[in-house]
């Protein structure tokens, strides 16, 4: 165990069981399972992407480009998890990733050895002959060798949720500038959103050795915590993370609301995304200490010096015995200062700088180190893990020095990512040594390390400047804030380092394997630009998106082409600033609730009935009603068509759009909407209606009937309801306001059902209260008209007809819509669904969905002469274009096949008899194909060139994908009762 | 994005349903084919200041004219398209 014996922000009264690769460990709760395990003396976490290199912990936080781990089990089972950023939760299971068999002896490490093969660009250079190998067999073996973690393979369990905020101020990071920026803007009364990545506020100040007014950091940011609460208008998110930033002061933010968990509570989202819309930003996101290149810096033992303070400090875990601190500038001193104040031995200090104070000179004594000033690491021991070091100093002296942890500090580089998502470039800047961000989002500030401001003293004072200012800027002004005081010294900013020799690889990047070696290749290979480079050698491209080696890479493509790094300058950051599970994007849009579900006033009558139902949109529509005795869906919907044609049934038809127009000029609105004239029309009637879009195609159809001189009602197709809704706003509201028109829809108000066949009239007039005159005198044909029926409701009937037949739609307000099919049925009428519907207007030749497919002209429909050239509407003029009238164009026809038996099949291509089968011979398509019980025949319904003038021909279908080659004859699209003879009936 | 609604005040873009330039004159029903090409198909692709129709479906269902630029996003005005 190297659990140090005092200290640290764990709850050493309670234990916590957990499994890494199938072995039990113990740890506290406080733990992070990269502290439990390195608590327990497991230094070796996983193995790396693509040589399979043995890889520790290298950091304590969301930049781990290492240590990542397969989470849970099952269906719970979640990739790539940085081990630092697990909560340690009891019976935690986790387990090693990219390892075969085991992790402490993998096979694919060979791939180290083939390391020239996977350098960067491997992609595009190796592996290239002979082509056919690539799918076969290269690619797989590279996948089985490469990669990282599993998904799981079952559906998730948990749920997600989505939330919105709405603040004057949104604080990222609860640092000692996140703390005091929210202080100072949260005792002014503004509203403060403060968003904390880590289950308890603090930031840097729960891993370092601090004092802040007298207390130490953990207490201070314990005590602030408690003063924010005390401000009405703060909010505290912790686990939460601030992942983008859009325009206009929207954030989003992902809080792991149960990830500390074992498993959700009940009814408690695994997640949660917030949407936050902040008039102000103060981002205090902190810095990430980067990585130094020297040859195997990638080894179980080497880590980042700021994160070893981190683990001794917050987690009392000494990470490896006799460390060793290995400094560019003043920042590795701290942990050296932890040591000696903990009471650790360390083995040496090695520190690139030739002169160092005496303070620093003490300590090395105070630790017991050899200290090495001007030296640099020449070797790396232990490939599993780091059992010493050949170090060198000043003068070339070489030695030996046993140790299991070298902590190295290289500089801290300010988490600039979030000021980048809207464009802004990070500069570079000479002075901290460091990219800070430059041009920043509109109402956003940064303070503290974020900002390259690395003192504590200084972060407090340019938080509470931060939070005080936005502020004062969303109108709660107020004295300037009492800044909470600290007293640390003046440190001088690391250079980026390169401790130039040593053996073996020097990584730039941990999680894509990519090493100085490959930037090196890029740069001989022209691929200079960083974004060039990035994209070449993947740099910077795996989950941690570079957030410890991405400067380092460029560093040294810096020194590589002999440029600054103001001038080589750095790769652009997008969102997300870590990665988010999709399922907390979609939130509750997954499966049956990825969009809602609506149903009919008639849904639960038609269940009963035993209809299957269909989605089109977001309608459940039934498509035919099984009875007892049918096997296929073919003997429901040929049983149900013969029942309309030979007595009377009923559909619902509820989803078809219906909008409500009122106004003086509503018949010229219509006029203007139409291909055909509506103006006209006398009450009491209703009339068919096409409408074009303004390129001269076909956008929708429907019936519209004048219910009043001033109040139409219309009814657009199930799926284009909104949308025709929405041009007719358009219409109105930018082409012609001066129109005096009102609408609305009513497709939700009103329940409609059509009632159709030779017995359709007794049954309206059986349902309709007693009183009404419903015969063919009375009530024509595409008449339209108030009654009532259960007992006084007012009911809408339309004598209109897609089956064919005589027929009416009814229509009542929803609430009575089952009350009102119940007494249809009653009245002796079959229920008949979708597919039914769809036969019979085959059988008319009634162009729907297939046809109706935005490249069809009222022309290729047969409803060219409907176009009134008496007016203008919308669509009329580039209608008139030679091209859409050119008579070559598919159009509708219907077709039959020349052998009884043959089946059509929609979306085969109609080509003349004898041509052969190629793409010139095209000559259009079959759009719709029913079983028509009345022909006993498989029809079609097709667009085919110059097909009104083709009726009798003899065509091929040709259906390569179903192996369909029927011959057709051309004939009508309306193949029953072509008179009307009944509809009129 | 958040879009000023001239009738509903500030909110965000998923409200919204975007149709394209605005500021076209539909020409009249009987001017030449190369008018209506232009009004139909044409449009300017401005890096810069531009003004849109947006429709403020989940809201007031009003169509407005909202003016931004392209590059950053920034609101200049949004106002109802009806003048």
Redesign the interface.
Same mark, same amino acid.
């Given at each position: 165990m190297t659990r140090i014996s005092t200290g640290g922000l764990i709850d050493r009264s309670k234990t916590l069981r957990f499994r890494f690769d199938g072995t039990n460990y113990s740890g506290r709760p406080g733990d992070t399972l990269a502290s439990a395990l390195l608590a327990n003396g497991v230094r070796l976490m996983g193995r790396s992407f693509k040589y399979h290199r043995p890889r520790g912990v290298l950091s304590a936080g969301p930049e781990e480009p290492s240590a990542l781990v397969e989470l849970r089990s099952g269906a719970r089972r979640e990739p790539n998890i940085p081990a630092p950023v697990v909560e340690l939760f009891h019976g935690l299971e986790a387990s090693s990733q990219n390892r075969f068999p085991s992790l402490g002896f993998d096979l694919m490490a060979v791939n180290g050895l083939l390391a020239p093969l996977f350098s960067a660009g491997f992609y595009y250079k190796t592996f290239m002959w002979p082509a056919s190998w690539w799918e076969k067999l290269y690619e797989p073996l590279i996948r089985h060798a490469a990669g990282l973690g599993r998904a799981a393979t079952e559906d998730d369990p948990d749920s997600y949720d989505r939330a919105h905020l709405f603040c004057d101020v949104l604080v990222v990071g609860s640092g000692p500038a996140g703390l005091a920026a929210a202080l100072a803007a949260g005792r002014r009364g503004a509203r403060v959103v403060l968003c904390e990545s880590g289950p308890l506020l603090g930031g840097r100040l729960l891993a370092e050795h601090t004092e802040i007014d007298g207390m130490p950091g953990p207490a201070w940011a314990a005590a602030t915590e408690a003063a924010l609460r005390d401000c009405p208008g703060v909010t505290i998110l912790r686990r939460t993370t601030v992942a983008a930033v =859009? @325009?206009?002061?929207?954030y989003v933010a992902v809080e792991r609301v149960a990830d500390h968990k074992p498993v959700p509570d009940s009814h408690e989202p695994r997640q949660r995304v917030w949407?936050i %819309?902040a008039k102000r930003c103060v981002l205090a996101a902190g810095a990430f200490e980067r990585l130094a290149t020297f040859g195997d810096n990638d080894r179980p033992g080497v880590m980042l010096a700021g994160a070893v303070r981190t683990y001794l400090n917050r987690y009392a875990v000494l990470p490896g015995r006799a460390p060793v601190v290995a400094t560019s500038g003043d920042d590795g001193w701290r942990t050296v200062a932890d040591c000696v104040r903990l009471g650790i031995g360390v083995a040496a200090i090695i520190d690139r700088r030739s002169e160092i104070t005496s303070q620093q000179r003490q300590l090395a004594e105070a630790s017991g180190a050899q200290l090495l000033l001007g030296g640099r690491i020449a070797r790396v021991y232990g490939g599993t893990g780091l059992y010493g070091l050949d170090v060198e100093d000043a003068a070339g002296k070489r030695q030996f020095v046993s140790t299991e942890l070298l902590a190295v500090a290289g500089g801290w580089n300010p988490a600039v990512q979030l000021a980048c998502h /809207?464009g802004g470039k990070p500069v570079w800047s000479e002075h901290t040594q460091a990219f800070v961000p430059g041009t920043l989002p &509109?109402g956003m500030s940064v303070a503290g390390a974020a900002r390259g401001t690395f003192g504590l003293a200084a972060a407090l004072a340019e938080g509470s400047a931060a939070g005080a200012a936005a502020a004062d800027g969303t109108g709660f002004a107020g004295s300037a804030p009492a800044v909470p005081r600290a007293d640390d010294a003046a440190t001088t900013p690391a250079p980026i380092w390169f401790l130039a020799g040593g053996r073996g690889k020097a990584f730039v990047d941990f999680q894509h394997d990519v090493t100085t070696a490959d930037i090196a290749q890029a740069q001989q290979e022209g691929f200079v630009s960083v974004e060039h480079m990035k994209r070449y050698t993947t740099h910077g491209m795996a989950t941690d998106q570079g957030k410890t080696g991405g400067v380092a890479g460029m560093a040294a493509m810096a020194a590589l082409t002999g440029r600054s790094m103001a001038e080589t300058g750095t790769t652009l950051h997008r969102p997300p600033y870590t990665p988010i599970a999709i399922g907390a994007l979609a939130g509750h849009h997954r499966g049956k609730d990825f969009r809602p579900t609506r149903r009919t006033p008639a849904h639960d009558w038609a269940a009963e009935q035993g209809a299957s139902f269909v989605e089109t949109g977001p309608w459940l529509r039934a498509e035919w009603f099984t009875q007892p005795g049918e096997r296929t869906w073919l003997q429901s919907c040929t049983r149900e068509v013969n029942a309309v044609r030979g007595g009377v049934g009923v559909c619902d038809v509820s989803t078809l759009g219906k909008i409500e127009i009122v106004g003086p000029d509503a018949g010229a609105f219509l006029d203007f909407l139409y291909i055909n004239t509506f103006s006209t029309l006398p009450v009491g009637r209703v009339r068919y209606g096409t409408m074009l879009r303004? @390129?001269g195609f076909v956008f929708d159809d429907g019936t519209t009937a004048r219910l009043a001189p001033d109040r139409w009602v219309m009814t657009t197709t199930t799926a284009n309801a909104p949308r025709v809704l *929405?041009h007719m706003? =358009?219409v109105h *509201? %930018? /082409?012609r &306001?001066d129109w005096r028109v009102a609408f609305v829809s009513v497709t939700d108000q009103w329940a409609q059902f059509a009632v159709a066949g030779p017995r359709a009239r007794s049954v309206i007039a059986a349902v309709l209260d007693a009183g009404f005159d419903v015969s063919d005198a009375a009530f024509p044909f595409m008449a339209a008209g108030n009654f009532t029926s259960l007992g006084g409701v007012e009911t809408r009937l339309f004598r209109i007809s897609f089956s064919g037949e005589q027929a009416y739609e009814i229509g009542v307000p929803s609430a009575y819509g089952d009350a009102l099919v119940r007494k249809i049925a009653a009245a002796g009428a079959v229920p008949y669904g979708l597919e039914a519907l769809s036969v019979m207007r085959i059988e008319k030749g009634h162009p729907a969905g297939g046809e109706l497919n935005g490249q069809t002209t009222a022309m290729d429909l047969g409803m060219g002469r409907m176009m009134s050239s008496k007016k @203008?509407f919308i669509g009329?003029?580039?209608a008139q274009?030679p091209a859409l009238r050119d008579p070559q164009r598919p159009a509708l026809v219907g077709l039959k096949p020349v052998k009884a038996g043959d089946r059509l099949r929609a979306g085969a291509h109609l080509l003349p008899r004898t041509a052969t089968h190629r793409i010139e011979n095209d000559q259009g398509w079959i759009s719709s194909v029913a079983f028509s019980p009345s022909l006993n025949s498989w029809i079609g319904l097709g667009l085919l060139a110059n097909g009104p003038a083709r009726h009798g021909e003899i065509i091929r279908t040709l259906d390569p994908v179903r192996g369909g080659n029927a011959l057709a004859e051309v004939v009508s699209p309306c193949f029953i009762d072509p008179d009307g003879v009944r509809l009129r009936g | 994005m958040r879009i000023p609604c001239p009738h509903c005040g500030e909110r965000g873009n998923d409200e919204f349903f975007y149709l394209g330039a605005a500021g076209l004159t539909r020409p009249a029903a009987d001017a030449q084919p190369e008018a209506w090409h232009d009004y139909v198909y044409l449009r300017d692709n401005p890096a810069g200041k531009h003004s849109e129709l947006w429709q403020h479906a989940h809201g007031c269902r009003r169509w407005l004219v909202v003016t931004r630029d392209t590059r950053t996003h920034a609101v200049f005005s949004a106002v109802d398209a009806t003048p």
């Amino acid at each position: 165990m190297t659990r140090i014996s005092t200290g640290g922000l764990i709850d050493r009264s309670k234990t916590l069981r957990f499994r890494f690769d199938g072995t039990n460990y113990s740890g506290r709760p406080g733990d992070t399972l990269a502290s439990a395990l390195l608590a327990n003396g497991v230094r070796l976490m996983g193995r790396s992407f693509k040589y399979h290199r043995p890889r520790g912990v290298l950091s304590a936080g969301p930049e781990e480009p290492s240590a990542l781990v397969e989470l849970r089990s099952g269906a719970r089972r979640e990739p790539n998890i940085p081990a630092p950023v697990v909560e340690l939760f009891h019976g935690l299971e986790a387990s090693s990733q990219n390892r075969f068999p085991s992790l402490g002896f993998d096979l694919m490490a060979v791939n180290g050895l083939l390391a020239p093969l996977f350098s960067a660009g491997f992609y595009y250079k190796t592996f290239m002959w002979p082509a056919s190998w690539w799918e076969k067999l290269y690619e797989p073996l590279i996948r089985h060798a490469a990669g990282l973690g599993r998904a799981a393979t079952e559906d998730d369990p948990d749920s997600y949720d989505r939330a919105h905020l709405f603040c004057d101020v949104l604080v990222v990071g609860s640092g000692p500038a996140g703390l005091a920026a929210a202080l100072a803007a949260g005792r002014r009364g503004a509203r403060v959103v403060l968003c904390e990545s880590g289950p308890l506020l603090g930031g840097r100040l729960l891993a370092e050795h601090t004092e802040i007014d007298g207390m130490p950091g953990p207490a201070w940011a314990a005590a602030t915590e408690a003063a924010l609460r005390d401000c009405p208008g703060v909010t505290i998110l912790r686990r939460t993370t601030v992942a983008a930033v =859009f @325009d206009h002061g929207s954030y989003v933010a992902v809080e792991r609301v149960a990830d500390h968990k074992p498993v959700p509570d009940s009814h408690e989202p695994r997640q949660r995304v917030w949407r936050i %819309v902040a008039k102000r930003c103060v981002l205090a996101a902190g810095a990430f200490e980067r990585l130094a290149t020297f040859g195997d810096n990638d080894r179980p033992g080497v880590m980042l010096a700021g994160a070893v303070r981190t683990y001794l400090n917050r987690y009392a875990v000494l990470p490896g015995r006799a460390p060793v601190v290995a400094t560019s500038g003043d920042d590795g001193w701290r942990t050296v200062a932890d040591c000696v104040r903990l009471g650790i031995g360390v083995a040496a200090i090695i520190d690139r700088r030739s002169e160092i104070t005496s303070q620093q000179r003490q300590l090395a004594e105070a630790s017991g180190a050899q200290l090495l000033l001007g030296g640099r690491i020449a070797r790396v021991y232990g490939g599993t893990g780091l059992y010493g070091l050949d170090v060198e100093d000043a003068a070339g002296k070489r030695q030996f020095v046993s140790t299991e942890l070298l902590a190295v500090a290289g500089g801290w580089n300010p988490a600039v990512q979030l000021a980048c998502h /809207l464009g802004g470039k990070p500069v570079w800047s000479e002075h901290t040594q460091a990219f800070v961000p430059g041009t920043l989002p &509109p109402g956003m500030s940064v303070a503290g390390a974020a900002r390259g401001t690395f003192g504590l003293a200084a972060a407090l004072a340019e938080g509470s400047a931060a939070g005080a200012a936005a502020a004062d800027g969303t109108g709660f002004a107020g004295s300037a804030p009492a800044v909470p005081r600290a007293d640390d010294a003046a440190t001088t900013p690391a250079p980026i380092w390169f401790l130039a020799g040593g053996r073996g690889k020097a990584f730039v990047d941990f999680q894509h394997d990519v090493t100085t070696a490959d930037i090196a290749q890029a740069q001989q290979e022209g691929f200079v630009s960083v974004e060039h480079m990035k994209r070449y050698t993947t740099h910077g491209m795996a989950t941690d998106q570079g957030k410890t080696g991405g400067v380092a890479g460029m560093a040294a493509m810096a020194a590589l082409t002999g440029r600054s790094m103001a001038e080589t300058g750095t790769t652009l950051h997008r969102p997300p600033y870590t990665p988010i599970a999709i399922g907390a994007l979609a939130g509750h849009h997954r499966g049956k609730d990825f969009r809602p579900t609506r149903r009919t006033p008639a849904h639960d009558w038609a269940a009963e009935q035993g209809a299957s139902f269909v989605e089109t949109g977001p309608w459940l529509r039934a498509e035919w009603f099984t009875q007892p005795g049918e096997r296929t869906w073919l003997q429901s919907c040929t049983r149900e068509v013969n029942a309309v044609r030979g007595g009377v049934g009923v559909c619902d038809v509820s989803t078809l759009g219906k909008i409500e127009i009122v106004g003086p000029d509503a018949g010229a609105f219509l006029d203007f909407l139409y291909i055909n004239t509506f103006s006209t029309l006398p009450v009491g009637r209703v009339r068919y209606g096409t409408m074009l879009r303004e @390129d001269g195609f076909v956008f929708d159809d429907g019936t519209t009937a004048r219910l009043a001189p001033d109040r139409w009602v219309m009814t657009t197709t199930t799926a284009n309801a909104p949308r025709v809704l *929405q041009h007719m706003e =358009f219409v109105h *509201q %930018v /082409l012609r &306001p001066d129109w005096r028109v009102a609408f609305v829809s009513v497709t939700d108000q009103w329940a409609q059902f059509a009632v159709a066949g030779p017995r359709a009239r007794s049954v309206i007039a059986a349902v309709l209260d007693a009183g009404f005159d419903v015969s063919d005198a009375a009530f024509p044909f595409m008449a339209a008209g108030n009654f009532t029926s259960l007992g006084g409701v007012e009911t809408r009937l339309f004598r209109i007809s897609f089956s064919g037949e005589q027929a009416y739609e009814i229509g009542v307000p929803s609430a009575y819509g089952d009350a009102l099919v119940r007494k249809i049925a009653a009245a002796g009428a079959v229920p008949y669904g979708l597919e039914a519907l769809s036969v019979m207007r085959i059988e008319k030749g009634h162009p729907a969905g297939g046809e109706l497919n935005g490249q069809t002209t009222a022309m290729d429909l047969g409803m060219g002469r409907m176009m009134s050239s008496k007016k @203008d509407f919308i669509g009329r003029a580039m209608a008139q274009r030679p091209a859409l009238r050119d008579p070559q164009r598919p159009a509708l026809v219907g077709l039959k096949p020349v052998k009884a038996g043959d089946r059509l099949r929609a979306g085969a291509h109609l080509l003349p008899r004898t041509a052969t089968h190629r793409i010139e011979n095209d000559q259009g398509w079959i759009s719709s194909v029913a079983f028509s019980p009345s022909l006993n025949s498989w029809i079609g319904l097709g667009l085919l060139a110059n097909g009104p003038a083709r009726h009798g021909e003899i065509i091929r279908t040709l259906d390569p994908v179903r192996g369909g080659n029927a011959l057709a004859e051309v004939v009508s699209p309306c193949f029953i009762d072509p008179d009307g003879v009944r509809l009129r009936g | 994005m958040r879009i000023p609604c001239p009738h509903c005040g500030e909110r965000g873009n998923d409200e919204f349903f975007y149709l394209g330039a605005a500021g076209l004159t539909r020409p009249a029903a009987d001017a030449q084919p190369e008018a209506w090409h232009d009004y139909v198909y044409l449009r300017d692709n401005p890096a810069g200041k531009h003004s849109e129709l947006w429709q403020h479906a989940h809201g007031c269902r009003r169509w407005l004219v909202v003016t931004r630029d392209t590059r950053t996003h920034a609101v200049f005005s949004a106002v109802d398209a009806t003048p």
